[in-house]
């Protein structure tokens, strides 16, 4: 049996098989953008070509595909998203405009205010109105209701998103919204906000409810067409979906909660380092995933990723749980241009999978990183995706040249200006996640993945004073590879705010069995196997205004109260977190909210390398450094534990090339990993 990870990033598909022995095997297609699930099928036929399998009996033997998505993130980011209608308590169609009152950089006096994905003229307000402690104090009109209806069905609009006031307390109103909403336009997307986030904060509420409906029927339309095309093909198990908490769900509950799904593929790859972290006996990590369009940058600190509410994607607010990740707009494909004073930048805009860099030649004529580098030597154009597409050295040339001739250089330095502008920008992107919040990023180790974080990976740490970079087999399709190391996840929240010493514990214990339940039930629509829960609560002091969120892993819930032990974490987690607690105040609890998991059996651990002599270079290759060097060439396949490698050197596979500079040892690992230690370049 298999189990297949797919990962569709913006420049290609990455797949990986791991069979019940634990070995990987890779392929990497380029994605397609006008249909991704073109590319997948494509990407899934080659890796049955390489199994030596016809693909109908890999995907027979498939026991599980997971698959991470862009669909939902482009759509956003791209403005592509459905034509929009919004509902809402009468006088509150605003509320989405006037945010929480506060500007993105408050210092900028020019920064014009976000576009809505809803125009105002399809916000429209309905006669309805609850209190904050679910009394009804204005009854659903239903007149109100159809007449909004009906204009939102003049309009045309392919969703409609429903936040009402106070509907976290009580969704009834908003159901039955939506039982009206589908009677007079069947097919519709319809989002509801006590749905989606039940809780409060009406701005994050209407935000997050409203991203929903907007890449909604994208998505569902995209993973639809992706389960026919797989049964068509011969595949009959279940398809899952990583979300941006790093856990999976299935199709049906990815398309209901679309917006989980708007960091669905970089959350594979932080799910990949948890499952390095382990393997390596390493429980401190930089994940660095640069692929051909973006890079994304997170920190693994004791063997777990960093969860966080409340991410802006694409200038919107999206109050769901999410892995802490960075992207940064440098990549392989990254577009180098010369502004009017002269300046070099590399990206954000991306040549992306067509036309691709211009040594692709597929008609780029603009200078990206992946140019750059073959003009350094970095890269083989004969062996680029194991030899399936060979690059254009003489297009990479006249690419860079134009750059050389704005700056007024040669072209080998404008190559290596390329270069190091992009190293500068993705250290940046590092700094970001570590040393702005008051992490030292010196005790971390860089795991490097994506298929061009080789090239790049070593000059990065170099920057940051990093000493360790580890650079795995998988390394190019590790974000697929490590989605099959994550379980099945369902988040419940509940508010239920009020001072401690108000509250009575059975009271609260009966919420969390509660939203367990709710939890299970929908875990139960999809997986009959083993169970894991959490629980954890936001909880702030009185006169603060952001909650903290604390685990309640070690609390015991079979104590009479346990209001007392939750106390007590919130006040320990907020002294770690900001020196301090006020241990003679009550502090108040916002949120409840409850973790459901099913788990899925374990990735098998892919088996160590046989011993043996080391391997021989295969090849030596001129490359620019500061002058150009002869450096030997391994394959990466080739390379047997224990061996070790001095720089300078190329190591290079079917997928991704590492380059190692003066100064560095690389030592191959059991498993056949690259653990590089940083010296003094020479």
């Known amino acids: 049996m298999y189990r297949v990870g797919v990962d569709v990033g913006g420049t290609f598909t990455d797949l990986v098989a791991v069979d019940d022995a634990g070995r990987a095997t890779l392929a990497k297609v380029a994605s397609t953008p006008e249909d991704p699930s073109l590319g997948v ?64 950089d408050r210092y900028n006096l020019r920064v014009p205010p976000p576009q809505q994905l809803v125009p105002r003229h399809l916000r429209l307000g309905v006669s309805e109105r609850l ?52 009677r007079a336009m069947p097919g519709v997307y319809v ?11 009406e701005f994050e509420r209407v935000s997050t409810t ?63 380092s948890a499952y390095a972290a382990r393997l390596l006996g390493e429980g401190d990590l930089i994940p660095f995933d640069m692929g051909g369009t973006s890079t994304d940058i997170s920190m693994i600190i004791g063997g777990r990723p960093t969860l966080v509410m409340g991410r802006r994607v694409a200038g919107h607010r999206v109050a769901l749980n999410s892995l802490d990740i960075a992207s940064i707009g440098a990549g392989g494909g990254s577009i180098a241009r010369v502004d009017r004073g002269g300046i070099l930048h590399v990206g954000p805009e991306s040549a992306g999978a067509v036309p691709g860099p211009a040594c692709y030649g597929a008609g780029g004529t603009e200078a990206t990183v992946t140019d750059a580098n073959l003009v350094l030597g970095y890269l083989d154009p004969a ?14 040339e006249a690419a860079v040249d134009h750059i ?17 502008v992009v190293n500068t920008t993705m250290a940046e992107g590092v700094r970001l996640v570590s040393v702005r919040r008051g992490v030292d990023p010196r005790r971390f180790a860089l795991l490097a993945f994506g298929g061009a974080a ?16 580890v650079v795995p087999r998988v390394a190019a399709v590790l974000s697929a590879w490590g989605m099959l190391a994550t379980d099945l996840r369902f988040e419940v929240a509940r508010t239920h705010i009020g001072d401690t010493a108000g509250l009575q514990g059975a009271a609260v214990k009966a919420l969390f069995d509660n939203m367990e339940a709710e939890g299970l039930a929908r875990l139960r629509a999809s997986f009959d196997g083993p169970v894991d829960t959490a629980r954890s609560v936001d909880m702030r002091y009185g006169e603060q205004v952001f909650e903290i969120t604390v685990p309640l892993d070690d609390v015991d819930w079979t104590a009479a109260d346990p209001l007392p032990q939750i106390v007590d974490r919130f006040h320990r987690c907020h002294e770690a ?59 990466f396949d080739e390379l047997v534990p224990a061996q070790a490698i001095e720089g300078p050197a190329v190591v290079e596979s079917g997928m991704t090339t590492v380059l190692l500079r003066p100064g560095e040892r690389a030592t191959v690992t059991p498993l056949g990993w690259l653990d590089i230690e940083l010296g003094i370049l020479t």
């Not at 159809?146 to 069905?153: D, F, M, P, Q, S």
């Not at 050389?404 to 190091?420: E, Y």
């Not at 098998?604 to 002599?613: F, I, M, N, R, V």
């Open 454 to 469: 080789g090239l790049h990976a070593t000059a990065i740490a170099r920057q940051l004073d990093l000493g360790r970079v």
């Open 191 to 201: 989002s509801l906000s006590c749905e989606v986030l039940p809780q409060i904060k």
């Open 404 to 420: 050389a001739a704005a700056l007024g250089l040669d072209r080998l330095a404008a190559a290596r200006g390329i270069h190091r």
């Open 577 to 635: 977190l900001y020196t301090y607690a006020l241990r003679d105040q009550d502090p108040v609890l916002v949120n409840a909210r409850a973790v459901v998991a099913g788990i899925l059996s374990e990735l098998p651990q892919e088996p160590q390398l046989p011993a043996g002599p080391p391997a021989p270079p295969r090849a030596e290759r001129r490359i620019y450094l500061d002058d150009w060097v002869t450096a030997p060439v391994w394959n």
């Open 383 to 396: 062996s680029f995706l194991g030899g399936r597409r060979a690059l254009d050295r003489g297009a990479a």
């Open 41 to 104: 099928l494509e990407g899934l036929a080659l890796l049955a070509d390489r199994l030596g399998r016809a693909l109908p009996d890999l995907l027979a033997d498939a026991e599980r595909i997971v698959h991470g998505t862009t669909v939902a993130t482009n759509a956003l980011l791209e403005r592509k998203g459905a034509r929009l209608g919004l509902l809402t308590t009468e006088g509150h169609r605003d509320v989405i405009e006037m945010r929480e009152g506060l500007k993105d």
């Open 131 to 182: 209190r904050a402690d679910g009394r009804v104090e204005i009854p659903l009109d239903r007149q109100s209701l159809e007449r909004a209806i009906a204009a939102l069905a003049q309009a045309e609009v392919e969703a409609v998103a429903v936040c009402y006031l106070h509907a976290w307390r009580d969704g009834s109103h908003e159901r039955l919204t939506r039982e009206a909403v589908e």
């Open 210 to 272: 409203v991203v929903n409906a907007y890449v909604g029927p994208a998505l569902s339309r995209y993973l639809r067409r992706l389960e026919g095309r797989l049964a068509e093909a011969g595949y009959s198990g279940p398809t899952l979906i990583i979300q941006s908490h790093g856990g999976v769900a299935p199709i049906a509950e990815s398309s209901r909660l679309a917006a989980g799904a708007v960091l669905s593929g970089p959350a594979g790859g932080v799910a990949g």
